[in-house]
């Protein structure tokens, strides 16, 4: 037929085929195709059935008008994930963990700083409750979300309080025993007069790192030790530990800092100094970032599986959308002893 402009009119396209063409063609009734494509055939059809409507909807290039199920059920299948900065690599590896199983499920992870991760963070839809499913909040205080989450949509919170009333659950990385194998490396090696720097930030995950390096290094005879604060980045971290490497007094023999970014200033520090690392100034950090390995020497760190994380929080806010509990349990850290730490000086 000709276009009303007169010019030829295109070629018709293809019909989509729906899920009565996918029923059709596999000899079931729409209501199974809906059961396996939407995943909860399993104790209602077969695992021969439910291969068969698979494989038919792949053969003819089905695909689920995902916005009309979604508006039809009262889902978004969207989750937000709130961390305190995105120029840290560690976050970055908490979203991919995220993202990738989010995937697996049909869902999607929209990633959103709130900086300092100590609230109010603003809520970055016009309404969230109308546009998610639920939140994750990795490192974050759980009362900065209330703009974000308002009481209605579920919360996960990685790395905080596990005694927070407000979540629905919690997924932390044992930092307690990051410090403990820390201090029995150096304490194994020899050290015993011992520097903390420590963030400044108030975090719960920072408050149980200094309590258990504080319990398993005041347990140990003779040991010695001492906190400076500092900001999260290279140059604070610097300044502090040269004013507390130069206070009078013994110098300390190691250097234990609260994430990466505090060693590679305590690292500068003592190049400023002319200490050497190790051989003056053992120097220990924790998150293992690839910053870790580019240091010279490469720092001994504690490894944190972020991308694992980020699939625990992520599978449990699945588990709490389906009404399933959550996995209990911390996830195991790892000491990754490298070049920076080595016995102290003899006096």
């Not at 402009?5 to 029923?23: C, I, L, Q």
């Not at 709130?82 to 993202?99: D, I, K, Q, S």
């Not at 800092?257 to 050497?276: F, M």
């Not at 580019?294 to 944190?304: C, F, H, I």
């Amino acid at each position: 037929m000709a276009h009303p402009t007169g010019r030829p009119s295109p070629p018709a396209a293809a019909a989509r085929p729906t899920s009565k063409d996918v029923a059709r063609a596999a000899g079931v009734s729409q209501a199974t195709v809906s059961l396996v494509l939407g995943d909860k055939w399993r104790g209602r059809v077969s695992e021969r059935t439910a291969a068969l409507v698979r494989d038919t909807a792949r053969d003819l290039g089905y695909r689920p008008n995902l916005a009309a199920r979604n508006l039809r059920l009262g889902h978004t299948r969207t989750a937000l994930l709130v961390v305190p900065a995105l120029t840290n690599e560690y976050f970055a590896r908490v979203y991919t963990g995220a993202a990738a199983l989010a995937a697996r499920h049909g869902f999607g992870v929209v990633l959103y700083p709130s900086p300092e991760g100590i609230g109010p963070a603003r809520d970055p839809f016009a309404s969230a409750r109308a546009a998610l499913d639920g939140v994750i909040a990795s490192s974050m205080a759980a009362e900065a979300l209330r703009a974000i989450r308002g009481t209605d949509l579920p919360l996960v919170m990685l790395d905080s309080d596990p005694a927070g009333t407000d979540a629905a659950a919690h997924v932390n990385l044992d930092v307690a025993d990051g410090m403990r194998q820390i201090a029995a490396h150096l304490l194994g090696l020899g050290h015993r007069r011992i520097l903390h720097l420590a963030s400044a930030v108030p975090s719960w995950t920072f408050d149980v790192r200094a309590r258990a390096l504080r319990t398993a290094l005041t347990a140990a005879p003779g040991v010695e030790l001492t906190t400076a604060p500092s900001a999260l980045d290279v140059d604070s971290a610097r300044r502090a530990a040269e004013t507390a490497l130069t206070a009078p007094g013994p110098r300390p023999t190691a250097l234990v800092c609260d994430d990466d970014i505090l060693a590679a200033g305590a690292c500068k520090a003592a190049r400023r100094l002319g200490l050497r690392v190790p051989g003056d100034l053992s120097v220990t950090g924790f998150d293992d970032l690839a910053l870790a390995t580019a240091l010279e020497p490469e720092l001994t760190t504690v490894r944190l599986p972020a991308e694992q994380i980020g699939e625990q929080g992520m599978s449990a806010l699945l588990a709490v959308l389906d009404g399933r509990r959550p996995a209990p349990g911390d996830l195991p850290v790892e000491l990754v002893a490298r070049g920076s730490t080595a016995p102290p000086p003899a006096t």
